[in-house]
């Protein structure tokens, strides 16, 4: 890097990104309801369990208005309508489950469901900035963020457990926040040279990715591992990557050639992509092509976010170059935070899908495919997958590997013995 270059650069900041100072990449106090203009999409979306219970959601879908999005406005309207016409959009594509999808998305919901997403500059299914981001509100506004006090806006089928799912998933991005205020005053410490500057900030990246750890924990105390696996998990698959749907989904009245979406992920969430590119974590090939697709999942400010931090100096680098005990020290425990979250990570889809998977075979074989036994309704397609169609333990564990890679070669050494 030139020098005189790093002199005359404006200091790095999150004001250009639509980056909450308070919630971090949560969207601040979404709405509630449209305008009356589309309360035919709102009453559908409100009740897509019951009528997905009822097999009618498929035909309320089909008798709704073709309805011009001329009328929204602002990025919260067209937040809560891409959330809306997501959440209908799953219950049309998965009310049968697995065996009887549908090859088309009516005109009426594919044409201003395209519309609201290119205005966003989000594909046209259910995001992890859809279900999560922008899917919560306050039961008390001036009340806590917990899980007593938080509601979802829409839900899915899945009862309570659906709750759980994306409002723990919501505790777990708010407990990133004081990392993600951090990451300029690391950038910006390392531009300057100011060792003492970037290693406080990286004591509260650690601080705040332990946080997400324990926030990730209540997963096993808000959601029923058979009710996600053999209910939910469907509802956030996509049409790519997916044996059910192999052509992909029809938006018509959009285009005549089919498109493919990938399912919600974990990967669509901005947090790690960020951690990733600061502490330099190198993904193999084939992670890293999955890696950089989810990104296109992601509100565009997000993406230019993690883009944009690529593009810095070199933390790993700086803090080799430096040779200070103190900040080694703080790089290290920052990474092995990351290390740590990753491999809670794998323990909880273990839990959450590979348990539940190797009992719906079980199950399958013995031919009891008793109803008491939810796991046994769940789509095989999905058995050794992610929603989001990466080939889910061989995926986790490689970049869990990779993130090992970036410890300092003393430390790295350490963990090997």
Known sequence: MASAETEHRAPFSLDSYYVSEKLGFVLPDPLETLPPFYQPWMYIALRVPEFVNSHELRSHINQMPLLSTQFLQSHRELRLAHLVLSMITMGYVWQEGENNTVKMLPRNLAVPYWEVSQRLGLPPILTHADAVLANWRKKDPEGPFNMENLELLVRL??????????????????????????????????????????????????????DMNDALKLMHVYVDPSVFYGIMRIYLSGWKDNPCMPQGLVYEGVQTEPIE???GSAAQSSLLHCFDELLGVQHEE???EFLTRMRNYMPPAHRKLIHDISLQPSLRGFVQQQANEDLNKAFDVCVSALLALRSYHINVVSRFITVPAARARQLR???????GEMVSRAPTSLEERGTGGSGIMTFLKTVRDKTKDVLLPDTANDNCH
């Open 157 to 210: 089928p899945g009862g309570d457990s659906v709750k759980g799912f994306f409002l723990v998933t919501l505790l777990v991005e708010l407990a990133a926040v004081p990392a993600i205020r951090s990451i300029p005053t690391v950038i910006n410490g390392v531009r300057s040279g100011d060792t003492v500057a970037v290693a406080k900030a990286l004591g509260n990246i650690s601080q705040s990715i332990q």
């Open 261 to 263: 979406c990938s399912g």
């Open 286 to 288: 084939n992670c890293c």
């Open 365 to 371: 074989n013995n031919s009891q495919e008793s109803e």
